[in-house]
């Protein structure tokens, strides 16, 4: 009923910059919050950074000073601009949505979307 669908993954050198987007869609009233998290190889996922509906954002402290999250509610998208990239930053980020009300007022829970590669290496 939900698609979530990332873009913006790609190969980056040290202190350069990549932009991610996300977009979710289908029956969808409202989404609580909108997050990204990463998994890098023989690692758990982690969060990366989180925004409520209404704005707040919340981000883990190794991105803080790094990374921005944005949100479009009117358009169900969220974006993470990662500037200073370093090559521990390099995993698969993967899109997170939670808490998706229908259109019809239903709860239709939590969604991920299917992960974008970012690597960072000279």
């Known amino acids: 009923q939900v698609q979530l669908v990332e873009s913006g993954g790609g190969l980056v050198q040290p202190g350069g910059s990549l932009r991610l987007s996300c977009a979710a869609s289908?029956?969808?009233?409202?989404?609580?919050?909108m997050g990204w998290y990463r998994q890098a190889p023989g690692k758990e996922r982690e969060l990366v950074a989180l925004?409520?509906?209404?704005?707040?954002?919340n981000y883990a402290n190794f991105v803080k000073g790094r990374f921005t999250i944005s949100r479009d509610n009117a358009k169900n998208t969220v974006t993470l601009q990662m500037n200073s990239l370093k090559p521990d930053d390099t995993a698969v980020y993967y899109c997170?949505?939670?808490?998706?009300?229908?259109?019809?007022?239903?709860?239709?829970?939590?969604?991920w979307g299917q992960g974008t590669q970012v690597t960072v290496s000279s």
């Open positions: 289908g029956s969808i009233f409202s989404i609580n919050g």
């Open positions: 997170n949505a939670r808490q998706i009300i229908s259109s019809r007022g239903y709860s239709l829970g939590d969604y």
């Open positions: 925004i409520a509906s209404g704005g707040v954002p």
